[in-house]
């Protein structure tokens, strides 16, 4: 009964109905978010193929949105970063990180920089970094903040802040490339996997901004469920997530992500991450 | 509080009051330029902004189904809590003698519907509900405040004959209501279209509306699809008048309540509980450990609340009287007496840009022309509610045009700006620009991508690392922040006896 | 009716000043007005009228029925809403409320017949910003009426009425109160109708007697310019210029 629902939605406090069990997922795709309903219904429908359950997919906007709903039961089952999986797990005791992409076991973050700052690729981040302005991609970010700001402390064992003359937060890994690209800031971090697509895409001009250091690697984007899904729909019902996961093969799926195949992953994968985070202050205690 | 006594010792012209108020606005801007973090980087922007240019001189319709649903549902938003918003705001305004429901009402407009919209979010979800509630709130406060003003403003004289004794209900009712209907009406129109700005810019949080493909194609680089969109923005408020037909609302309003995005299901039973028992105070509250919340809240002021406080202060300063400027020279090419009949149009179309681009967008550009500092965040908040204003004083302007007032013997041109136009319209403009002061406030808050450490930055940050203890000290101290500036506008406002001269 | 000076005082000022800012608009004032008195206020604009009676309106709020100068017509409200609320202390909050949205059957009588009486029954359902000044003040007496008090004061309630409409407003408005203080500008009304007459000047009341002892050509002085006390001077000069026609 939509309309009943909507108008049950105009009555302001009143919960939404708690519906007829659906499943509901969200994810965040690293790159290109246009679109987002028509791709992410088909991995909808084909979840509710392999699962029997109605499945539904939400957009969201940020990271934090996402926690929220997965947080709040809005969703069931979320495509984290590595970070926000780590925060989201914390706040959802018993949930569950299931599978995480070919790609994520090997992630890295690439230091780009603007030819006119002068800085040169090089196996270390170079002294020349001091003074210069700098842009992280989004705040909740793995690999536009977290990993970044981690070696940048690493290194130079101070703040962003202090090390820059100017720290800015992109929101985004291609808007971290466009406003290295223009100048507007001079070096900025950016997720690998985004700066070679745009560099295959030819958005990126050689000539103006290229990679002056790569990141060792780590893990980042992985499925996370809650743990009360069994309860909810049925015994064994994460197994068969999991299972429907890693059997997702269909390219324009996976395209949407993107990533090749999805592998299994668990909880303690993201220990480096958490620690990580806990020693940037991004996490407490 | 040190304006006011300077301004008194020079009583006796409203000429000079107004200027002294003028003056010392600009003053303080100066000292601000002084402080602020202002810098221009060599930039390399042309490609991007050609790339820019051409989204919007080429936008990409392609997706015209998905384009209605935004635009369907930013209308929806927008409309409804309209329609509840200024019901609640009257009933308020009716109250506003009342300390209570006046702190109340400041205290709900002191929050940016953004920041509601993250705080409802926690307890809704992604649903009609936290999109209605990010409009509602606020705006009842803000119409309450003004209804209460415009009430205010009636003669006394029907009040008078009312037999001693009526109460406020029936008072409302015969007499103040009644005078002041059109003021209200049209009041509640103007608002609409702020309704439509706030509804789009919710999109920029994940609500359904067109700031959420905005947002999007902006932040992706697809500025094809971006231009569309802003494009369609534009149509929809330039076309304001057309299709918000009086006869049509109620149709309109069922339209909405259908097009509403469903929620999707979540029993929201305990979260209210936890959110305002638990998530927005420190954990060293919570616990009872008095040593280590003194030091949290000495860590947040020292780190967060002082600097941001001092950040958003002065830009917010150098961009209020930016606006001022901005305004007078751009007002005088959309009116009708000073531009012309037909010259006036592309005057508007400029104004209707200005106003209706949010400011985020504005801010980007001018960050690639300038590099990351406060300039672009101040020329991107004076051009937009520059934008406002001047469209505002210019229909002011246009709505004098037939009036007795204007005479056969005026003079034109540059001399009737100066000697007619400007004085006249003096008044309203700078009532508009006081209460603006608390919009370009909160709105000083959303320029993190530009690396300015505003309060706005830090509340941000704080929902982004899902820290609401910090979000909420942090709003706490905005909202206070906007009440001060609030009040001490509303004294300059009294000063310069603006008070009558405008209302929006 | 009765004979007014045997009444108890329903007012009483004693050597009462008032003062906007540096301006004098009241300067000592003794006054009483008893029960059943029908007072006519004169006296040149600027005098103080409207502000001496205020002064005595804060005296029996509760048992007056005021019109002030303008009236205090809410445009947007018909002919039947702006007299209604003359009774709004005799209706409960939502049965006000109601009366907005369908007219309350007994007031609704009333205020018909009412207007019938005014002239108005053609206007009853206009609202109050298309009736022209002299109906707009026909409603305001209307509302005074529908207050249904013992004491009238009004401030020239009968200026934008032609003058055989005046005086039969005038007549009807004085009996139905038993007591009435009116400014005027149009000294014969006063004459006609009244049985006291006060005549301010620059905020002191400099005539004060029974309506009986005056003459229309006695209370043309007092609206003489202190500068022009020639005698025999033709009246309508002094109140305002005159066209010539040499």
């Given at each position: 009964m939509p309309i009943l629902r909507r108008f049950l939605a105009l009555g302001l406090l009143l919960p939404a109905l708690a519906q007829a069990e659906t499943f509901v997922f969200t994810a965040i795709p690293d790159e290109d978010e246009s679109r987002l309903q028509e791709r992410f219904g088909k991995v909808a429908d084909y979840l509710g193929e392999q699962l029997g359950v109605e499945v539904q997919y939400i957009p969201v906007k940020s990271y934090a949105a996402a926690i929220t709903a997965f947080r709040n039961n809005q969703v069931q089952l979320a495509w984290f970063g590595g970070l926000s999986g780590v925060q989201a797990r914390r706040l959802v005791p018993g949930s569950e990180a299931l599978a995480q992409g070919y790609e994520d076991q090997f992630f890295k973050t690439y230091f780009i920089a603007h030819q006119s700052a002068g800085v040169d690729a090089s196996d270390t981040l170079s002294d020349a970094l001091r003074g210069k302005t700098f842009t992280f991609g989004s705040k909740g970010s793995t690999s536009g903040r977290l990993m970044p700001e981690f070696y940048l402390r690493e290194r130079f064992q101070a703040a962003p802040e202090d090390i820059f003359s100017r720290v800015g937060f992109s929101g985004d890994h291609s808007r971290t490339i466009a406003q290295v690209q223009s100048g507007a800031y001079q070096i900025g971090a950016v997720n690998f996997s985004v700066w070679e697509s745009e560099l295959e895409q030819g958005k990126v001009d050689p000539q103006k901004v290229s990679v002056i250091w790569t990141t060792p690697t780590y893990p980042d984007y992985q499925w996370t469920i809650r743990g009360d899904v069994d309860e909810r729909f049925g015994e064994g019902f994460k197994d068969q997530v999991r299972q429907s996961l890693l059997e997702m093969k269909d390219p324009d799926l996976l395209a949407s992500f993107p990533r090749q195949s999805f592998v299994p992953a668990s909880n303690d994968d993201y220990g480096p991450i958490e620690d990580t985070a806990r020693a940037i202050g991004l996490l407490d205690e | 509080m040190i304006a006011g006594s300077l301004i008194l010792s020079g009583r006796g012209s409203s000429a000079r009051i107004l200027n002294g108020v003028c003056l010392l606005l600009i003053l303080a801007a100066l000292l601000a330029l002084m402080g602020a973090d202002i810098e221009v980087y060599r930039v390399d922007p042309w490609q991007e902004l050609s790339r820019i240019g051409r989204g919007l001189v080429q936008p990409a319709w392609h997706d015209l189904p998905g384009l209605a649903q935004a635009l369907g549902q930013t209308i929806a938003f927008a409309l409804l809590a309209v329609a509840l918003a200024a019901p609640l705001g009257l009933l308020l305004a009716m109250a506003f003698r009342w300390l209570p429901v006046r702190l109340l009402c400041a205290a709900v407009r002191s929050v940016h519907e953004l920041f509601w919209g993250l705080i409802f979010m926690q307890l809704y979800g992604l649903g009609a509900t936290t999109g209605l509630l990010a409009i509602l709130v606020p705006f009842t406060g803000v119409f309450a405040k003004v209804f209460a003003e415009i009430f205010e403003q009636q003669a006394a004289e029907p009040s008078r004959t009312l037999p001693p004794g009526t109460g406020g209900l029936k008072r409302h009712l015969y007499t103040l209501i009644p005078q002041s209907w059109p003021a209200l009406v049209s009041y509640t129109r103007y608002r609409f279209e702020c309704a439509l700005r706030s509804s789009a810019i919710l999109g920029f949080i994940g609500l359904p509306t067109l700031g959420f493909h905005l947002e999007t194609a902006f932040r992706q680089g697809q500025y094809p699809e971006a231009g569309a969109l802003l494009w369609a923005f534009l149509l929809l408020i330039a076309g304001i008048r057309l299709w918000l037909r009086p006869r049509l609302v109620p149709l309109y309003l069922l339209a909405a309540c259908w097009l509403l995005p469903e929620t999707v299901g979540f029993s929201n039973g305990g979260y209210l509980w936890r959110f305002i028992s638990q998530d927005i105070w420190p954990a060293a509250l919570l616990e009872g450990d008095w040593a280590a919340l003194q030091a949290w809240y000495g860590d947040m002021f020292s780190e967060q609340v002082w600097p941001g406080l001092v950040q958003t202060l002065l830009l917010t300063q150098i961009a209020l009287v930016l606006t001022g400027f901005v305004i007078l020279l751009i007002y005088p090419f959309a009116s009708r007496a000073l531009a012309g009949p037909v010259l006036r149009w592309p005057g508007r179309f400029v104004l209707l840009v200005l106003r209706s681009t949010p400011e985020m967008v504005l801010a980007y550009v001018f960050l690639l022309l300038f590099g990351p500092s406060g300039l672009p965040a101040v020329l991107a908040l004076a051009l937009h509610n520059g934008g406002l204003?001047?469209?505002?004083?210019?229909?002011?302007?246009?709505?004098?045009?037939?009036?007795?007032?204007?005479r056969p013997d005026d003079p034109t041109g540059l001399k009737r700006y100066a000697y007619i136009e400007t004085p006249r319209r003096f008044p309203a403009l700078l009532a508009l620009l006081f209460y603006r002061w608390?919009?370009?406030?909160?709105?000083?808050?959303?320029?993190?991508?530009?690396?300015?450490?505003?309060?706005?930055?830090?509340?941000?940050?704080?929902?982004?690392?899902?820290?609401?203890?910090?979000?909420?000290l942090l709003i706490l101290v905005t909202a206070l922040l906007n009440m001060v500036v609030d009040s001490l506008s509303r004294r300059l406002r009294r000063l310069a006896r603006t008070d009558r001269a405008c209302r929006y | 009716m009765s004979d007014g000076k045997r009444g108890p005082a329903l007012f009483s000022l004693s050597a009462q000043s008032l003062s906007y800012g540096r301006t004098r608009v009241l300067d000592s004032i003794s006054l009483s007005i008893r029960r059943g008195e029908r007072v006519a206020l004169l006296g040149p604009s600027g005098a103080g009228k409207s502000t001496l009676l205020n002064l005595l309106y804060g005296q029996q709020a509760a048992s007056t029925a005021l019109q002030p100068q303008g009236g205090g017509i809410v445009d947007l409200l018909s002919v039947y809403q702006n007299i209604f609320i003359g009774a709004l202390d005799r209706v409960g909050n939502l049965p006000a409320l109601w009366n907005l949205l369908r007219p309350l059957p007994s007031h609704r009588r009333d205020i018909t017949e009412l207007t019938r009486r005014l002239g108005l029954e053609e206007q009853l359902w206009q609202s109050a910003d298309r009736l022209s000044g002299g109906q707009r003040q026909r409603v305001a007496i209307g509302r005074a009426l529908y207050r249904r008090q013992p004491i009238f004061l009004g401030d020239e309630p009968v200026s934008s009425v032609d003058p055989l409409q005046a005086d039969a407003l005038l007549k009807h408005l004085l009996a139905e109160h038993e007591t009435a203080v009116v400014s005027l500008h149009n000294r014969q009304q006063a004459l006609d109708h009244f049985d006291r007459i006060l005549v301010l000047r620059e905020g002191r009341i400099c005539c004060d007697c029974a309506a009986a002892e005056l003459s229309a050509a006695a209370l043309d002085q007092f609206y003489q310019q202190d500068g022009t006390p020639e005698a025999g001077e033709p009246a309508p000069e002094s109140d305002g210029w005159v066209i010539r026609t040499s």
């Open positions: - | 204003i001047a469209f505002l004083v210019a229909n002011g302007s246009d709505a004098e045009f037939k009036s007795p007032i204007r608390e919009v370009i406030l909160r709105e000083s808050a959303i320029m993190g991508i530009l690396g300015i450490a505003t309060l706005g930055f830090y509340i941000d940050s704080a929902f982004e690392e899902i820290r609401y203890d910090r979000a909420f | -």
